[in-house]
């Protein structure tokens, strides 16, 4: 099997599936057991100021926070560029990688991020999903 890895995800036209229609996902685990992603262009009517104050410092003001993905919505993910990668929970490529977990310690790793907070879009082998991109 060849990893995903690193890979953009763009929907076709033919996916109807609500969850990921009209997306793109950055793919930042593919292994024989699942796969993990952020759908990075649904952006939420809330800013990352207003719903993650503790990240304030590394976004600029206004900067929207983004709609993940469908499967573990109460599980947030960061995609940041990594002043030390080896501290990415999931590192996707370079120094851009996926923190998850705690979100108060997200910043003293995270040098910028990529515009996206996001909720997870994972896709498992022993988990329910809605469809894929």
Known sequence: MQSLRGQ?????????????????????EHTADGALGV??????????????????A???AGEPLYQGGPVQPES????????????????VFGSVGFLTGEVSHWSSVATSTAACIAQTCRSRSDAPTGGRA
């Open 8 to 28: 953009l995800l763009i929907s076709s036209g033919c996916l109807f599936d609500p969850n990921f229609r009209h997306t793109v996902v950055l793919v930042g």
């Open 39 to 56: 759908v990075l262009n649904r952006a939420l009517d809330s800013t990352v100021h207003e719903s993650l104050p503790a990240l304030a």
């Open 58 to 60: 590394l976004v600029p």
């Open 76 to 91: 947030p993910v960061l995609l940041a560029e990594l002043a030390r990668p080896d501290l990415a929970h999931i590192l």
